[in-house]
């Protein structure tokens, strides 16, 4: 097969309501394919599956020599409910060399012990361990919103915070995450926090953002 039919065969079984025995004996194999393109697209169509064959074979995927093949793994693996995956997880955001990987590998790990409801006070006191060693703005916001999320409040403003960082993409992205993590609770400090923003934010895609979270509150 040539890699477009290889990706063609991907899309067949992702648009499946469930997998079935060859669906996964196709996928093991594809997740072993020279080209990082269909690895790729082996991880992230994994994340519509809680089957045990297809975590393993995301777990296989997460040492790939392909930053965007480990970094789908990580987010795919996020509706998992097993112990080794959260160690493997809390692994990769320790040692992966990529920025993308550890954040994302932070975002599932989040949803997972929340899902799991699991050792919480143990987690929060790893995303504190965490930040001590995080160079990389993009990763610590996920941390924040980790730790937000698992009810330190104190969070919150370090999220808002970054609405003040120098990189435009890292605003971009906190803009979406406190968009997601508005309720009633917290309704009047993000959406003055953003509003306050928009009115001196120079770059059209952060206010593009946030014009989008406020027209959905609307």
Known sequence: MNLDEKLN???EI???SKFNKIDFEVLEKFSHDINDEVRS???EVLIFTD???GEEILIDLLDDKDELVRTNACDSLCISKSENVIKLLKNKILRDKSNLVRGYAVASLVDIVIAMDY???DMKMFFINVLLREKDNWVKIDVYRGLYMLGDERYLNKLINILNDRNYRNRCSVVNILGALICKENFN???SALENKFQVEKSEAVK???EDIVT???
């Open 119 to 121: 050792k919480i006070e």
């Open 9 to 11: 065969k991907i899309d």
């Open 189 to 191: 400090v993000i959406t």
């Open 14 to 16: 992702e648009n499946r």
């Open 41 to 43: 697209k082996v991880a």
């Open 216 to 218: 959905k509150l609307e």
């Open 208 to 210: 593009s953002s946030i």
């Open 51 to 53: 089957n045990k064959q």
